[in-house]
């Protein structure tokens, strides 16, 4: 095989996944059919079955593409807090902008969910999703702590799931409700939860 056969083979199967994604995000999954991806690819169903022989398979590859970009939005959100309560106080636009980004990915996440329970492959996948964001949240409490910013008042095994279904709800009933206000005041409120959690390192 060529260098340039195995770009454009590359190439195809990111198309397709890129074209489950969106039809995900788009259609969910009920709506989002082996035929209308193939389509939506520009590629025969033969070629895209050679890639991925069942539609587990590929929506599966496709979850893995939007956990990654949910993900990258987590750590961007995270990444700002170099003084956790302080942003919590006076950046709470700001945090809310970055999390509502996970919405619209976090629903084609929760309609997987969904499904799973009634296919195995899909369920089988369900550790490797919240593996991903127990690990960025992990990452940012280490840069935190070795940093000298905060101390945690509570086990990292009551944070971590903490931090991660507090981010997770919020993402769902923006979703669902679509209430920026809702969620501002809720995210406001929230620092006072944060201030018995940890404290700044003085």
């Known amino acids: 095989m060529t260098e340039a056969t195995a770009t454009a083979q590359f190439t195809t199967r990111e198309q397709i996944i890129q074209a489950a994604a969106d039809s995900l995000l788009e259609n969910g999954y009920s709506g989002t059919s ?18 991925f022989p069942t539609k587990s398979e590929l929506l599966v590859e496709a979850w893995r593409y939007l956990t990654a970009r949910s993900v990258e939005e987590l750590r ?19 945090i809310w902008d970055s999390l509502r980004r996970l919405g619209d990915i976090q629903l084609a996440a929760f309609d997987l969910l969904v499904q799973a329970p009634r296919t195995e492959r899909l369920r089988a996948y369900l550790p490797e999703l919240f593996t991903r964001y127990r690990e960025v949240i992990q990452e940012q409490l280490d840069r935190l702590e070795d940093g000298g910013i905060i101390r945690l008042t509570v086990p990292r095994e009551v944070l971590v799931p903490l931090v991660l279904n507090t981010v997770l ?10 209430d920026d206000e809702s969620c501002l005041r809720a995210l406001s409120a929230f620092r006072t939860l944060a201030s018995t959690l940890i404290e700044p390192v003085p």
């Open 34 to 51: 082996v035929r209308a991806i193939a389509s939506r690819a520009g590629v025969a169903i033969g070629n895209l079955q050679y890639w």
């Open 76 to 94: 961007e959100a995270l990444n700002q807090l170099t003084d956790p309560l302080e942003v919590l106080e006076v950046g709470v636009e700001s």
């Open 169 to 178: 709800g919020f993402g769902l009933y923006y979703v669902v409700t679509r």
